[in-house]
């Protein structure tokens, strides 16, 4: 398995290694100083680590309601993966399915909520959610959806593209019925896709924070909302720093859980 | 004895220009195996899949042991696909994916798995049944599809080009394979192929499906001796054709007089001789024809050699080595003559090739 990496860092060449390392450096950089304030109960200039460690900062921080909010987030998270990723993977098989130039169409459409600045069109929806008194955590789950709709599409579409129907076709003859077909042919060769397309969702509404605070109207304090406010508000480093730990940790997580499913239902 | 797949009158087209199939009328007796022959386009994946129930015909009738299966669902009608493609689920190892039938049938996992073994042993790939799809070669992923389709005991077994996908030796081991198979469970086979030395292999009897019709129905030597008409000698290799006119059961052409026949008509008419049924001998040794030599191509251990006589060249395979400029006599068996009607084939023709099926082949 190393051998393989090693061969295929080796295969890019001295470029392609120092440019992942370079990558890996640019992404993980502004991570580091985050771990260091979270650990830290005293970091004072010009030091350059900190001069007291301690978890002064995350006590801090549960007592200012991490958890709930990130209670709160995983909530909002799950539920519109829950209702972005089937609704997507629909999209995706008609799209699959049709021609280019409807499809182009569609496309367009898909992609408006990633196109439009999402302020401006938050501020609008939020008077419209006031008049018509649609409860504000169920208009921030349908906007959430809507964003994070054009990511499931085009993961899910991708992915029925290359789907060979074939496959079902063998199943039936076999005797399976298309219930079967759906539960033991169907859904596992796309999971993969569905796992990817769930992850985008999850993260959609897992780092929003204008759609969130505009549409929420206060009554929904997810994590980035109060990883805001600490920061705004308390000016403690180490709090907003393990507030902010606490909101990025979750997503890496699922990341390699769902790269390990990915991987065990996607060996063919 | 009734067929073990029977098709009659089966009509199907796609939308666009033409039919795909039109008055298709087939039958495939109980534990017998016949071939669909035709080149690609020629509709013959379609048939398989109006029997799998994968698309609904326009027209006619489809019986699986006796069973009309127009409102029975594709999962109902115990008819197993095998493709080019192997399609073995990528998720699943190779034990569940030979178990899939019967668990889908409802039958307990590890009863269900037993029965897999057991087909597994019976196309030899039991050592592979914790494997992953993807790790197994061409041949063996085709061995798995075999015995995964075995085991959901269909009353008929669809083959569409399972083989054409794989190396020419392990073709032959396939065909060996399907051989021993049929000797075993009897399954009720039609086999779709382009390959007229698969069909001729495997099947009992071969039909040639052409532009959506069956022109001919027949055992694999009638069909290569006997051809309906030009097109169908030149789809099975035939090499030599020669025009004239037939008067009085003699065929009259460059080549001279050859008897054929008192029963073949009157006027013009083909007659088309298969070239590994000519043969070579001495011109002192009272030949059909004498000719000279124009080419040799050789085809392995033996060769293709054009004789030209009165105008006309034929082809001999043979494992004579002759050189061009020599000078040959060509013997045209009797058995070996056969003349077809110039140009198109006319309608009785095709209706009589069709009639043609080997009833009571004994099966």
Known sequence: MSGHRAAASRARGPVGATGSALALVWLLAPVVPLLLWAAADRWQFPSLLPQDWGLTGWRASIDQGVLAAGARSTGLGVAVAAVATPAGALAGWALARTGLRENRAVSLALLAPIALPPFAVVTGLSTVVLRTGIPPAVSVLLVLTAAALPYTTYVMRSAYVGYDAGYEDAALSLGASRRDVLTRVHLPLVAPALTAAAFLAFLVAWSDYVVTLLLGAGSLVSLPLLVGALASASGNDSTVAAASVAAVVPPVVLLVVSGAIARRTGRR | ?363
Not at chain 2, 135 to 141: A, I
Not at chain 2, 250 to 258: A, I, N, P, W
Not at chain 2, 301 to 326: I, K, M, Y
Request: proline share 7%; glycine share 12%; net charge neutral.
């Open chain 2, 1 to 363: 004895m009734t067929p073990g797949l029977e098709l009659s009158g089966v009509a199907h087209s796609y939308p666009g220009p033409g039919p795909v199939l039109q008055d298709l009328d087939l039958a495939v007796p109980v534990g017998g195996c016949v071939a669909l022959l035709g080149p690609s386009g020629s509709g013959k994946s379609t048939v398989l899949r109006l029997v799998a129930g994968l698309e609904a015909p326009v027209g006619g009738r489809i019986l699986i042991a006796g069973r009309d299966v127009a409102r029975v669902p594709p999962q109902r009608r115990r008819a197993a696909l095998v493709f080019q493609q192997p399609r073995l689920f990528p998720h699943l190892d190779v034990l569940d994916n030979v178990a899939f039938a019967p668990t889908v049938a409802g039958v307990r996992r590890r009863a269900a798995r037993e029965l897999a073994g057991r087909y597994l042993g019976l196309v030899g790939t039991e050592h592979l049944a914790g494997r992953r799809p993807g790790t197994l070669s061409g041949g063996q992923q085709q061995r798995v599809a075999l015995a995964r389709a075995l085991a959901s005991e269909p009353d008929v077994l669809l083959l569409d080009e399972p083989f054409s996908a794989l190396d020419p030796s392990l073709r032959t081991e396939m065909h060996e394979l399907l051989v021993q198979l049929r000797s075993v469970v009897e399954p009720t086979i039609l086999l779709v192929t382009h390959d007229r030395h698969e069909a001729a292999v495997l099947a009992d009897t071969v039909a040639i499906l052409r532009q959506g019709r069956i022109v001919q129905h027949d055992l694999p030597e009638v069909l290569h001796a006997r051809p309906v008409d030009l097109e169908a000698h030149r789809f099975l290799g035939g090499l030599n054709a020669v025009t004239g006119q037939v008067e009085a059961g003699v065929h009259v052409s460059s080549l001279g007089r050859l008897e054929v026949g008192a029963g073949v008509p009157e006027g013009p008419g083909t007659l088309v001789l298969r070239q590994e049924s000519l043969s070579l001998c001495a011109a002192e040794a009272s030949p059909t024809v004498t000719g000279s030599v124009v080419g040799v191509r050789t085809t392995g251990a033996r060769a293709e050699v054009r004789v030209e006589v009165g105008g006309v060249v034929l082809v001999v395979e043979t494992a004579d080595r002759l050189r061009p400029g020599d000078v040959t006599g060509v013997v045209v068996p009797r058995a070996a003559r056969h003349v077809v009607a110039s140009g198109r084939p006319a309608p009785e023709q095709v209706e009589r090739g069709v009639a043609r099926q080997p009833a009571g082949e004994g099966v």
